[in-house]
């Protein structure tokens, strides 16, 4: 198992981004451009799926969970 | 634009929640911290991404957005021309079409899934845009299907009352059928000759 240190700094890494991800797709509702629409679908999901995935990641390999 | 105070808040709460797990993760350790990181990472990004996709196509049907294309800027134009024949301005002009949705409204597909297909070609117009080269007429993928027309215009009185419309008793099976197109030649051909924007007349709106 993975010791907690090593995943506090996972579950830092999945919020992170997250982050990234919100603020892709809230940027993307104000700019008034045709690739805004490509930025809320392609990078703002990519990077909350990210987030998840790191975050599920992190779940399987807690040893208090 | 109802959809966007919620939309924001959405993401004002996620963002937020999401700041407080990147600088305190051991809250995680406990039950609450738990529910806040499911909540935060999970379930309300799903949630913002649901209604800022909705957000995205609403906004994707307007005018404005058609036209913040540059290629596409001479068509928006075009519906102001100072011409009575002149299909679009026609449409745009007399409110025929919502003149917010006024490009979605004759371009979109009326038929299942239709809307579906629409955002596809408009993310082929982009991939054009971006990483092809703009051809210098720009033409429609397929012909302009009659179906879009008719959607509206089919068992209208002003419709019915033009004699070329039902000329035989197959001019109407014909144009359902797309065999004879509501843009053929002598009947309604002038479609968005933007070429010509700069050397037309524009019809100046009344102000109020």
């Not at chain 1, 987030?51 to 992190?58: E, K």
């Not at chain 2, 995680?28 to 649901?50: E, M, W, Y």
């Not at chain 2, 993928?141 to 419309?165: I, K, M, Q, V």
């Amino acid at each position: 198992m993975t010791t907690g240190r090593a995943i506090e700094n996972r579950i830092r890494l999945a919020s992170v981004l997250g982050l990234i991800g919100l603020l892709a797709m809230a940027v993307s509702l104000w700019w008034k451009h045709p690739l805004s629409f490509v930025l809320f679908m392609a990078v703002g999901p990519t990077f909350v799926l990210l987030g998840l995935g790191v975050f599920l990641w992190s779940l399987v390999t807690r040893s208090d969970a | 634009m109802e959809l966007m105070i919620p939309l924001v808040g959405l993401l004002v709460v996620a963002l937020g929640m999401l700041i407080y797990l990147a600088v305190r993760p051991s809250v995680t350790r406990a039950v609450g911290g738990k529910v806040l990181a499911f909540l935060g990472i999970f379930l309300l990004p799903a949630l913002s991404l649901a209604l800022g996709f909705e957000a995205h196509v609403e906004r994707a049907k307007t005018k404005e957005f058609c036209t913040s294309c540059h290629v596409m800027e001479p068509y928006g134009k075009s519906l102001m021309y100072e011409d009575t024949e002149y299909l679009p301005a026609v449409h745009y002009q007399n409110n025929l079409v919502d003149r917010e949705h006024a490009c979605f409204t004759c371009h979109t597909d009326y038929a299942l899934f239709g809307g579906v297909r629409a955002k596809l070609r408009g993310l082929r117009h982009l991939t054009v845009q971006y990483l092809g080269s703009i051809p210098d007429t720009v033409k429609l993928y397929t012909p302009f299907n009659n179906r879009e027309c008719l959607h509206c215009h089919s068992g209208a009185r002003r419709f019915l009352a033009e004699d070329a419309h039902t000329e035989t008793d197959t001019t109407m099976t014909s144009m359902e059928a797309n065999r004879l197109s509501c843009m053929a030649s002598g009947c309604h051909e002038a479609i968005h000759d933007a070429k010509q924007v700069d050397e037309q007349e524009m019809w100046k709106e009344p102000t109020r």
